[in-house]
């Protein structure tokens, strides 16, 4: 059995800081891709971030700059580093792995979710 537990978020003010966590735990191969995805009310759900198992890395043009993604390989863990916070930044963030169970079979597995709120 697989489980993302996500930890981290909370409340900030405009400008500020939060970093996210989420470590996958179970029996498997590897994970090749780890990321981050938000859903804010009336919106559609936004991939903000991922990172290959090798470094390579995607943010969203609305993160760009201000957050950073990075993961331990050898924690099955992935991180948000989010700085410069904006009010639109406020959703409900979810960690997303995809996990290889062998050479061929892979499937993706979701965190529970961690609320983000950017209010002053």
């Known amino acids: 059995q697989v489980q993302l537990v996500e930890s981290g978020g909370g409340l900030a003010q405009p400008g500020g800081s939060l970093r996210l966590s989420c470590a996958a735990s179970?029996?498997?191969?590897?994970?090749?891709?780890m990321a981050w995805y938000r859903h804010a009310p009336g919106k559609e759900r936004e991939l903000v971030a991922f990172?290959?198992?090798?470094?390579?890395?995607y943010y969203a043009d609305s993160v760009k700059g201000r957050f950073t993604i990075s993961r331990d390989n050898a924690k099955n863990t992935v991180y948000l580093q989010m700085n410069s916070l904006k009010s639109e930044d406020t959703a409900v963030y979810y960690c997303?792995?995809?996990?290889?169970?062998?050479?061929?079979?892979?499937?993706?597995?979701w965190g529970q979710g961690a609320q983000v709120t950017v209010s002053s």
């Open positions: 997303n792995a995809r996990i290889r169970f062998d050479t061929v079979n892979e499937y993706d597995y």
């Open positions: 179970g029996s498997f191969f590897s994970i090749s891709r």
């Open positions: 990172i290959h198992s090798g470094g390579s890395t």
